[in-house]
Structure formats: structure tokens, C-alpha cells
């Protein structure tokens, strides 16, 4: 069987990961990340994992079409739960919302002690989730964007230290890591970001929600405020 071909958020997501580490893909669908890491010879071992049925039997058909069956094990459960100790050194968690991955965390608190290392990609409720990660010791190793079909994803690589760090609001905002980046793809994310923001900050303005407004104003005047020391200043 061929190797199997990744879009560009899973893909980066592949690039990231270390050679020879053993992976747990948490919410796997297809196992089209287990199967591209296992024949690219990234991953020796990968336990795709699914929490309902459907989902669970589409990636275990996968892996056998794809004749994986040795080195990726599919399992049904919710979250960490299905890992044991020493079997990964690396658990992804792609695709979700940020407040499921939160969840994910929260409801896993004993296997954060036996895996450590996490490559995450929330679809939405970034902010949430950074937030939460910083103030539960995680420490953000990297933050890359990628643009697939017109839409802008973010992946983090964290580690869980158990030590406190100091962070600010831009660090949730924007991110630790990210908010030192200058690569184009970070200047066109950060534009569309703003961009999006001033519209919902218009549309707020006839509402009524005061909360709103200022929450969405602050995130805006922050945006401008990295976008403009990262893009415009070092243009002069």
C-alpha cells in the first residue's frame, strides 16, 4: 500500500514531532497521522485513539488497509485514559477546541506524570486554553502557524514542568513564543486576527454587552500593538 499524503496541518504537525518517538494521537479519526508517521519511518510505535465507535473502527480500517497493524494500535477511549505508563514519550491532541483540550488536560491530571510532552492544535478557544496551560506549568517549547484551503491554524509544542512561570496578557493573547516570531506567515496571521477583531468590535458596538466590547478591544489595541512592533517598526 502507498504512503499516505498529509494537508498542511497535519503535516506540520508530523515535521514537528522528534524521530523515533512513540506517539499517542488523541481523537486520531482517520489515523491519518499514525499511519503517515509509522511509513515515514518518524514514529516506531503510535497508539491512535478514539472516544466513540464510529470514529474508532474508521481509523482501526485504516490501519489495516494501510497494513499498520504492527506498529499503530487503535484503542477506544476518552483522552489520556487508554495510555499507560512508559508506552509514549509524546501525546498529540489536534483538531478540537480549545475547551476539549482543556477538559482533556483537567480530567487527566494523573497520566500528565507519565507523559509530559504535548503537540496541540485547538480550533478555537486559544486564549482559554494558553491561559490555562500557563498557569498549570506548562512550558510552551514552540508555536507555529500554517494556512490550509484559506484557513489559519496555530500548533503549540508544550512540555508540563511543574514549575510557575511569569506571563502576561500577551503571551495569552498572542502567545509566548509566537509574539517573537517575524516570519510572513505570522505577519498575514496576525493581520487577519486584527482584522476579524475590528469587525466583531463594530458589531458588539450595537449590542449591548459592555463585557464584550472591552474584552474584544483589549485583544485588538494587544494584536496592534505586537503586530506593529514586529512588522511596521522594523520597516523603517
Known sequence: MKNIILKERLRKIAEIIPLNTKVADIGADHAYLPIFLVKNNIS?????????????????????KYECEEKIEVRLGRGLEPILPGEIDLAVIAGMGGETIKEILMESKVKLEIIQSFILQPMKNLCKLRKYLLENYFEFK??????????????????????????????????PILKNKREEIIKEYLKFRIDKLEENYRLSIKGQNKLKQEETLKKLKILMEVYADAFLCNNN
Not at 44 to 64: D, F, H, M, S, T
Not at 150 to 175: L, N, R
Open 44 to 64: 516506531p510505535y503510535v497508539i491512535a485513539v478514539e472516544a466513540k465507535w464510529g470514529p474508532y473502527k474508521r481509523a482501526l480500517n485504516n490501519v489495516q
Open 142 to 175: 514552540d508555536e507555529v502557524v500554517v494556512k490550509e484551503e484559506e484557513k489559519f491554524y496555530e500548533i503549540w509544542k508544550v512540555e508540563k514542568k511543574g514549575k510557575s512561570k511569569s506571563f502576561d496578557d500577551i503571551d495569552i493573547i498572542v502567545g
